[in-house]
Every structure is written in structure tokens, then in C-alpha cells.
């Protein structure tokens, strides 16, 4: 059993991660062929990993229907919202248009989801608009250097912030497009520069340790 | 007195916040103020002096990678950067990695090919969405057919007119990524700083400052920053869509947040002298 569900995924991980590893190095035409098979076999993977997680999204719901959990009315939603995409993509063939006409997927993507998708994003306008109401507060200098730029960035972003700054600080000789391109190209890039380094560091460590077999939490528990 | 409605202010129920952006939306929605947005940032003008570069016949990847949530910020950008395309009569192919951009995509190409004569097959292609982006992104570095040998319909693409002379990275001019995901850092890894692919790149307003490392080393050629940038887009290749007429809400949503921050901290000052 130990065979099956440790050492030979191990060796799996470890055979076929050094040699995908290695095809970035080698351009061989052995090495590029291996390569597009790797390909063709991650986008299959990738396609059942979707599957899977359908069955696990559903069966989630499921037991929160069962078990009557709080806010279980709205599992019955997802089934709803499934059926509703589905439904029509199968009877439409997975097309969206017929010419230039829409087809039911195309009508149930253009009239469910695509609202149903934009408002959901849309309500986050205003979250974030009474947050900074009632949250922002200038308490320390680092809260004012953080208002200070998002003032200059908010400013800088629209005509009617620019036309602002023109009208109050007009007489300075710094156009508000200078002061947000100081900003986003010295003090943000750095950090970010820092952020990405730090992450792609972080990435090559977990990677050489999944390969060679230190990491295995995606073995599960047993 | 003064106290109880500065914190009554500080205080208040944050639906009437709520209220308060619908009517600003709402009003600029309906009545466009139509401001004017007298700078285009230099991101957006690098996109556009690349493409408008490119000799006629390139093939362009446009590679539309957003789903409704993000639509209103990055569709006005895949519309006008598609126009720019057609008009400079550049082949486009058209690819997505983001399962909701499908329906996006179809809809789009139903109607701007048509504004200049293009015709499916010989002057663009849609390929069919794919689930894993690297490995699609990686093949496409040897042998695009290994992974998009059919069209979204199920047709074979190598036979297409649109297709002649396109076999890997070496014969695409252009990248395109529009995305509310990752993608256009896929895009510089593994296509232009491997193989020397020029990238570029639209994304929402909120991940734009995340590109600048990117824009600093020329790994990404230009970069539209969310309605904005779309509307400087539009304003460059003089055909104003949803971005132009966008930028009045977003500039009322904006300069309301400013006002509101700027009042409830001096409400919290006076608050504190008092």
C-alpha cells in the first residue's frame, strides 16, 4: 500500500519534474518532443481537474442541503446556476453564435451570467467607497503617506482629478501625470520589484522540494 | 452639539454611502458630462507606436483573458486594440485561457471584424478556449498546430488563409494579453523573455501599478491600465467606445471617494480638539 500511495507518485514527481525541469535547458528536438507530450498531457489533466472539482462543488452543496446547514437555501442556487449554463451549452453544441445570431448558450451567457458576473464585481464599488469613509484614518505617518499617494493616484487617474489639480495647483510647475509617474515608476516598482523577487525565490524552493520529495502534503494525510 | 453630528456624520449608515455613488453613476451614466482626458499616459502611447509600427500582414496574438466581472474595465481595451488591428490590416489570432472569456470573444468578433470588411478565416481566427495556459504557451514555442490545430468550431486551422507563413513564436509580430488574471506575466515568461516574443499588455485598473517591474525592462512594450486606459486607446485611434464614455462615472466615483476620505479625517480631527 505504501508502494501505491507514496513511493510511486514520488518517483512520478521526481522522474517527470527533472525532466521537464531540464527541457528549458536543453533545446534537443528529444527534449521538445517530450516536452509537447508533457503539454498535451497537462492540458488533459487540467480538463478533469475541472471535472473533479464540479463533483466536489456539488457534493459540498449537497450536504449543506442535507444537513440543513445555515444559508443552505443558497446551494440550491448553484444547481440552478449550473443547469442554467449547461443546459443551453449542450443543446447549442458549446456555441455561442450561429452567424450572427445568438445561440441559447449564447443567450443564457449574455443575459445570466454576464450581469449576473458583472454585478457581483460591480458591488464591490461600493464596499470599497463606504470603507474609505469609514476606515481611512490618518492616524500616522504612514497612514498620510499612503493617503498622500492614493490622493495623487486617484487624482492622476481621471480628467475630472486632473482638471482638479489644475485649478488648485495650476501655479506649481508639476503636472499631477508627473507626480503619478514618480510614484509608479520608483516607489512601486521597487517594492513590487522586492515582492516579485522574494515570490519567484519562494517558488523555486517549493518546487525543488515537491520534486525531491521533502515537500508532500499533496500526498494527503495517509 | 457639534460633536454629536460629527459623530453622527462619522457614523452614518453606509447605505446612504450606497445611495449617494448610484446617483453619481447613475447621473454620468445618463448625462455624460464628456470631460476630456487631455494626457495619455505614456504606457498606452508605447501600445499604441508598437502596433501601429508593425507592418501590414503581421500576425498578432490577441490573447482576451477576462470574464464579465472584469468586462466593463477591459472590453472597451479588446474592442479598440482589435480596431487598431483590423485597421492596420494585421492578422489576428485570437486565443483565451479564462473559460468565461469565450462568450465575450464571440460577441466582440461579431461585430468589430465587420466595421472593416475582415473576414473569418483569411483575416482572423478564434481558437478554442484551452484549460492549462503554460503547457498551451509552452507548446506554442515549437509548434502552434500541436495545440491549436482546429478552430473554436472544430475546423482545421493550419489550412486557413490566416494561418500561412505561422508556425511558432518566430513568426508572431505581437502579443496582445488583455486580462483580469496573471496572464500577461505568463505572456512575458514564457513566450517573451524566452523567446523574444514583444508583449504588451491591458489589465484593470486596480493590478495596473503590479506591471511597472515589467515596463521598466521593455518586457512588456506598452500597458493599458483599466477605463482609462481605454479611453486614451480610443482617443488615439480616434474611434471613442465604452471607454470614453466610461471615464465620466469613473471620474465622479473617484473624486467622491477623495471627498469623502478627506471629510470624515477632518471630521476626525475636529473631533479630536474638541
Not at chain 1, 442541503?65 to 440550491?76: C, H, T, V
Not at chain 1, 470599497?128 to 500616522?140: H, Q
Not at chain 2, 454620468?28 to 508593425?54: C, H, Q, V, W
Not at chain 2, 482617443?235 to 467606445?241: F, K, N, S
Request: aromatic share 12%; with cysteine.
Amino acid at each position: 500500500m505504501k508502494l501505491i500511495k507514496k513511493q510511486i507518485p514520488l518517483a512520478i514527481v521526481l522522474v517527470f519534474g527533472t525532466l521537464t525541469l531540464l527541457t528549458y535547458f536543453v533545446p534537443h528536438k528529444r527534449s521538445v518532443n517530450f516536452l509537447e507530450t508533457m503539454n498535451k498531457w497537462e492540458n488533459i489533466v487540467a480538463a478533469f481537474a475541472f471535472f473533479l472539482g464540479l463533483i466536489n462543488l456539488f457534493y459540498s452543496h449537497y450536504t449543506k442541503i442535507s444537513r440543513k446547514a445555515d444559508g443552505w437555501g443558497y446551494s440550491i442556487f448553484v444547481y440552478i446556476g449550473f443547469l442554467a449554463i449547461a443546459i443551453p451549452a449542450y443543446v447549442s453544441h458549446g456555441k455561442n453564435m450561429d452567424g450572427s445570431v445568438l445561440t441559447w448558450m449564447g443567450w443564457a451567457f449574455k443575459y445570466i451570467y454576464n450581469p449576473l458576473s458583472a454585478t457581483m464585481f460591480a458591488v464591490l464599488a461600493f464596499y470599497i467607497v463606504s470603507t474609505a469613509y469609514k476606515s481611512f484614518r490618518i492616524r500616522s505617518l504612514q497612514a498620510f503617506v499612503l493617503f498622500a499617494a492614493a490622493m495623487f493616484l486617484i487624482l492622476g487617474n481621471v480628467p475630472l482629478g486632473q482638471m482638479i489639480w489644475d485649478k488648485l495647483f495650476g501655479w506649481t510647475s508639476y503636472a499631477i501625470s508627473d507626480i503619478v509617474d514618480w510614484i509608479m515608476h520608483v516607489p512601486a516598482i521597487a517594492g513590487k520589484r522586492g515582492i516579485m523577487i522574494g515570490i519567484a525565490i519562494g517558488v523555486v524552493v517549493t518546487a525543488l522540494k515537491i520534486i525531491f520529495g521533502i515537500e508532500r502534503q499533496y500526498l494527503g494525510k495517509d | 452639539m457639534l460633536k454629536e453630528k460629527l459623530n453622527a456624520l462619522l457614523r452614518i449608515d453606509r447605505r446612504w454611502i450606497f445611495l449617494g455613488l448610484t446617483v453619481v453613476l447613475f447621473g454620468a451614466i445618463m448625462r455624460p458630462l464628456g470631460l476630456i482626458n487631455k494626457e495619455i499616459s505614456k504606457d498606452t502611447r508605447n501600445a499604441y507606436d508598437f502596433m501601429e509600427k508593425l507592418p501590414a500582414g503581421s500576425f498578432v496574438i490577441l490573447s482576451l483573458d477576462y470574464d464579465p466581472s472584469t468586462a466593463p474595465e477591459l472590453n472597451p481595451q479588446a474592442v479598440a486594440v482589435a480596431r487598431h488591428a483590423f485597421r492596420k490590416n494585421l492578422r489576428v489570432g485570437v486565443v483565451t485561457y479564462a473559460a468565461g472569456a469565450t462568450g465575450l470573444i464571440e460577441q466582440l468578433f461579431a461585430v468589430v471584424p465587420a466595421e472593416f470588411k475582415k473576414e473569418y478565416g483569411r483575416d482572423y481566427i478564434i481558437f478554442p478556449y484551452q484549460p492549462s495556459a503554460v503547457a498551451a504557451l509552452t507548446q506554442m514555442a515549437s509548434d502552434l498546430y500541436g495545440i491549436y490545430d482546429k478552430d473554436k468550431d472544430g475546423k482545421d486551422a493550419k489550412s486557413m488563409p490566416v494561418m500561412l507563413g505561422v508556425k511558432n513564436y518566430k513568426n508572431i509580430s505581437l502579443v496582445v494579453c488583455i486580462a483580469g488574471t496573471q496572464m500577461p506575466t505568463y505572456w512575458v515568461q514564457y513566450a517573451g523573455d524566452k523567446y523574444g516574443v514583444p508583449v504588451m499588455a491591458g489589465v484593470t485598473a486596480i493590478s495596473q501599478p503590479g506591471y511597472g517591474p515589467y515596463l521598466q525592462k521593455k518586457q512588456l512594450k506598452g500597458l493599458l491600465g483599466g477605463m482609462k486606459g481605454a479611453a486614451e486607446y480610443e482617443h488615439l485611434i480616434d474611434t471613442p467606445g465604452k471607454g470614453t464614455s466610461g471615464i465620466d462615472a469613473l471620474s465622479l466615483a473617484h473624486v467622491m471617494v477623495v471627498g469623502l476620505i478627506i471629510v470624515s479625517n477632518i471630521a476626525m480631527v475636529i473631533l479630536k480638539y474638541l
